[in-house]
């Protein structure tokens, strides 16, 4: 429809161009004098040039579009900046570029989308520079520009469209924490600390001798170049915890900031060698097992760059069926308000694992109350105290 829409208005605008040279024409043939014949002549070369701008070739190339920071996160700033080159050989007046898509970002672009005019002449490259303040958790889409290009009047209008299908993600907003391992003692005596023993293999400790089972990597070669015994490096052993952390995706409230803190949770864990496993509660199940690595790390960040609160099922439906996959993990849960359904997920859930930490994003920083129920510790969260989610942990 809009392109049926241009090529009438191409149309029309020539006609009426055509029609204008008439009239000015006829109107100092049949009037005469000084005056209508220097209202032509003065008006001519404007017409003139409408009428080849109508016809002339536009050809564009060289379109290129570069985004600083490369990685985005929400809140952040970014710069966009587009260049291309005009290799037309006709001299335009007048171009101006409009974006296409969709930028999300706390400005509404869909209203006024960003746009630059250029005076062209013989201009041949064209850079702009615009800015996307603080932009929004989700998908950047760029569809590419539209450049409008116009004569001295606006009585010639041309269009010409720069495709570029490419969306740029927005990662949720990253803060580093103090990071501790979780220890808690709950009201029935029991302490969550699930913790198992893992060898760090960059720390040595000494050697001693072989045995059947140690891996080839662990023998320490320079004790058996002088003895020929085969003797094995010894490392120290360190504490590592399972934690499983899921997000309530059934709940609206602070849903933002609760993502927040499920990527900055996973960043601390995973940069401190802890493991940790992500269960997302949408309408479609998306479940991240052991993550250990940066690659894998990244797979999750995309997939909370998307998430949308937008499952129908209560949370407690949702977790009873998936219950098989915590084993002996302690289960983190992240959400932006405590609800009855979440209560009785707590009490019906308290044989079901070694235990539960709720994290509850609030609004405010004012000191709430802090609850167990059953083995499950609630711990209310300010969106302004992320950084210290583990040490509240441990508070009493």
Known sequence: MNKVKRVFGRSGRLIILLLLIVS??????????????????????????????????????????????????????????????????????????????????????????????????????????????QVERGVIQFRGLQLTFSDFFGWSIRYKFLEENRNVLV???????????FQMQFEHGGVLSPFSMIK??????????????????????????????????????????????????????NFEYAVDLTASILHSVVKNHGDISFLATGEKRHYFPKIKTQSQLEKVFQHLAIIQPNTKLSFESIMVNEIGLLNSATLIIVTGELTDQLKQFFIKGSKMNQGIVCFVVT??????????????????????????????????
């Open 24 to 133: 000015t024409f006829s109107y100092a043939m049949f009037q005469g004098g000084f005056v209508s014949w220097f209202v032509f002549y003065t008006i001519s070369p404007f017409l003139l040039y409408s009428l080849l701008f109508a016809f002339a070739p536009i050809r564009i190339v060289d379109f290129k579009r570069e985004i600083t920071p490369a990685k985005l996160h929400r809140g952040d700033s970014a710069q966009v900046t587009i260049s291309f080159q005009n290799k037309s050989l006709f001299p335009f007046v007048f171009l101006s570029v409009r974006e296409l898509g969709e930028n999300i970002s706390k400005v509404d672009y869909k209203k006024e989308r960003p746009n630059q005019i250029f005076f062209v002449g013989w201009k041949r490259k064209f850079e702009w520079t615009y800015e996307l303040p």
């Open 171 to 181: 990662y949720p907003k990253l803060t580093e924490m103090k990071y501790k391992p």
């Open 200 to 253: 760090d293999t960059s720390l040595v400790t000494g050697i001693r001798d072989y045995q059947p089972g140690d891996k080839y990597s662990w023998i320490h070669w320079k004790s058996f170049a002088k003895n020929e015994t085969l003797r094995t490096k010894e490392f120290e052993d360190r504490q590592t915890q399972d934690i499983f952390i899921t997000i309530d995706q059934t709940m609206d409230k």
């Open 363 to 396: 609004d405010t920083d004012t000191q709430q109350t802090r609850t167990t129920i059953s083995n499950a510790k609630v711990v209310p969260i300010s969106k302004d105290n992320i950084e210290n989610v583990f040490t509240e942990v441990m508070k009493p």
